[in-house]
């Protein structure tokens, strides 16, 4: 009987964690679910923009050259040499995979589709490492919503500008740089103590170790009569 009842609080755990995530995130899981119906609804509505074909040509012929085999034809290309290449790729990934039906149509709201989703990556992002209130201002910005909806450069790097940035700052946080001071080389960081003879004044001062020493901070107190 234990072992059944054991068995069965272990199948119900992963949903018991699932309950508890949703509890705690819900409110950045509502905004992220926003986020995604507003630049789906701006990848199906908005017309046509002014660079949209040229980027959708240039991958189409990415993908031209891919089933080719022809990599010098990508690192040539002529089409637009001032436009970053990655992000192209990515929608000549997408055209790769419509196959015979890819077009300018179909690559069109391909790419826009892949624009959306890194879109709604990097309001998840900004969301799990700075909080709901900055996933829900990204979210209703009509430019980042406009740039992320459409098949342009933008959203890749947003989102990899968002997320090197919010591991930055999660290292800074809990690395060596959120440390008060730090050791001289080879120290041990560690900190002691000692209370000051009677008749102290109470207070406490701390000083490091000179150079050679153990890299241990010290507190003393101050001697009678001190400040």
Do not use: C
Not at 100 to 108: C, G, I, K, N, P
Request: net charge positive; hydrophobic share 45%.
């Amino acid at each position: 009987m234990i072992d059944a009842t054991s068995r069965s609080i272990k199948q119900r755990a992963p949903f018991g964690a699932v309950s508890v995530y949703l509890r705690r995130h819900w409110s950045l899981i509502i905004v992220i679910i926003v986020a995604a119906l507003l630049r789906a609804w701006a990848a199906i509505l908005l017309p046509v923009d002014f660079d949209e074909p040229v980027y959708v040509n240039a991958a189409l012929d990415y993908a031209a050259a891919l089933r080719a085999g022809d990599l010098g034809a990508i690192v040539d290309y002529v089409g637009n040499r001032e436009h970053p290449a990655l992000v192209k790729l990515t929608y000549a990934g997408g055209a790769l995979a419509l196959g015979e039906r890819a077009d300018a149509t179909t690559v069109l709201y391909t790419a826009r589709a892949i624009s959306a989703v890194f879109g709604v990556l990097a309001v998840a992002t900004i969301g799990w490492f700075f909080g709901p209130i900055a996933a829900g201002l990204l979210t209703i910005h009509t430019l980042a919503v406009k740039y992320t909806s459409q098949a342009y450069l933008e959203a890749l790097p947003l989102w990899l500008i968002i997320l090197a940035f919010g591991l930055l700052t999660r290292w800074h946080n809990k690395g060596p740089a959120a440390q008060e001071d730090s050791d001289p080389p080879g120290g041990t960081g560690r900190q002691t103590a000692r209370r000051d003879p009677p008749g102290g004044t109470g207070r406490q001062t701390a000083r490091r170790d000179p150079p050679g020493g153990t890299g241990r901070q010290t507190a003393r107190r101050d001697p009678p009569g001190g400040t």
